[in-house]
């Protein structure tokens, strides 16, 4: 009997998971062809039927010193009862992802991208809204930056790619 019931859920359980999930590497691709910095782009909706919801915003392009181009998108993954999972994406000149830094809350990814400078204001009631974090990428990908929260406290968070 557990065997039937498992090969049943299997069948039926997989497909949901397959499709529970909007193609992330299409619609990604979609937003940086439209290549309209600022301007999120909604795919999906977190209701009943539809249990996921993806929102995307282009930062814009990063030129290094070095003549290796970089474009960042920020990406909020809504799921189940409202979690969220939030990163900002890192893409080379031709469209190709190469990783991300996984930001802990929504409030967390920055809110622009300024000459080669990525800058989080503080929109959470528990930060300072006077301090902001301002992100060097002129002289590449850092391996981890910290976001201020306030002048002591903050988080650190890290590349994770193929680079």
């Not at 529970?20 to 009943?48: A, P, Y």
């Not at 999972?85 to 000149?93: A, K, S």
Request: hydrophobic content about 35%; proline content about 2%.
């Amino acid at each position: 009997m557990f065997p039937k019931l498992f090969f049943i859920f299997i069948l039926i359980g997989i497909p949901e998971i397959g499709i529970s999930q909007i193609n992330d590497e299409n619609i990604r691709v979609k937003v940086l062809h439209k290549n309209v910095i600022g301007k999120e782009f909604v795919f999906g909706k977190c209701d009943e039927k539809a249990k996921t919801e993806t929102h995307l915003t282009y930062l814009g392009r990063i030129k290094t010193k070095k003549g290796k181009t970089y474009k960042l998108m920020n990406s909020a993954w809504i799921w189940g009862s409202h979690r969220a999972t939030n990163r900002i994406l890192i893409f080379n000149g031709n469209n190709q992802y190469l990783g991300n830094y996984a930001v802990t809350m929504t409030s967390d990814l920055p809110t622009e991208l300024n000459n080669g400078i990525l800058v989080f204001r503080n929109t959470d009631s528990e930060c300072d809204k006077k301090v902001a974090s301002r992100i060097s990428f002129k002289n590449g990908l850092p391996k981890e930056f910290f976001r201020k929260c306030n002048n002591e406290y903050g988080d650190i968070y890290s590349f994770d790619g193929n680079n």
